[in-house]
């Protein structure tokens, strides 16, 4: 499956992307790299390999992940203490969407 000129364009406009056309096609160039990456994936015999809900193994005592402890949430004033602009209790930011 290779990705054409076309939807490259496509999904830039759905992003709001304007690309110049050496960008359009160095991006087809790489999105298709992938897909290729991909199709080699696909050609790995996987039928003995046991899925995975995560990338993490069972480790009980050598896991290195810390203990999930709650905390107080941050008060409106403290989440907007180094905010550049902040106005009636909320962040202000410019406005980047302008069709």
Same mark, same amino acid.
């Given at each position: ?28 160039? &790489? ?7 991909? &199709? ?27 203990? &999930? ?31």
């Amino acid at each position: 499956m290779k990705i054409t000129e076309e939807e490259v364009r496509y999904v830039a406009m759905l992003a709001n992307l304007a690309l110049p056309e050496e960008e359009i096609h160095r991006f087809q160039r &790489d999105l298709n790299e992938i897909l290729d990456h991909m &199709d080699k994936l696909n050609e790995l015999d996987t039928g003995g390999v046991e899925p995975m809900a995560q990338v993490l193994y069972e480790a009980g005592e050598t896991a290195t992940l810390r203990e &999930d402890c709650p905390l107080p949430p941050l008060s409106n004033a403290e989440a907007l203490a180094n905010a550049p602009q902040p106005g009636a209790g909320y962040f202000k930011v410019p406005k980047v969407i302008e069709r």
